[in-house]
Nanobody
Framework: QVQLVESGGGLVQPGGSLRLSCAAS????????MGWYRQAPGKQRELVAT???????NHADSVKGRFTISRENAKNTVYLQMNSLKPEDTAVYYC????????????WGQGTQVTVSS
């Protein structure tokens, strides 16, 4: 029904930058809140950042000042700009979206690996 396709993950050195993208497609009427979560090996999934349809954002304390979430509603796409990356940022990053179509549901992307290492 709805698919979230992520891109931009990979290997980067400490202090480097990456930009993650996530585009939603399928049976979509409207997309409301969107967000990014991450899960490191042996850890629980944690919230990274969220953004409302109107552009209001919240960022986890661990990434505030380094990561920035944004969106382009016309493209059904959410971004995560990651700067000053640290080894502890290494995780699988998941895109999330609240979608109204046939029904109101919360969808997840497949996850993209981000590895910060020298």
């Amino acid at each position: 029904q709805v698919q979230l396709v992520e891109s931009g993950g990979g290997l980067v050195q400490p202090g480097g930058s990456l930009r993650l993208s996530c585009a939603a497609s399928g049976s979509i009427f409207s997309i409301y809140d969107m967000g990014w979560y991450r899960q490191a090996p042996g850890k629980q999934r944690e919230l990274v950042a969220t953004i409302t349809r109107g552009g209001s954002t919240n960022h986890a304390d661990s990434v505030k000042g380094r990561f920035t979430i944004s969106r382009e509603n016309a493209k059904n796409t959410v971004y995560l700009q990651m700067n000053s990356l640290k080894p502890e940022d290494t995780a699988v990053y998941y895109c999330n979206a609240q979608v109204t179509g046939l029904s109101l549901r919360r969808y997840w992307g497949q996850g993209t690996q981000v590895t910060v290492s020298s």
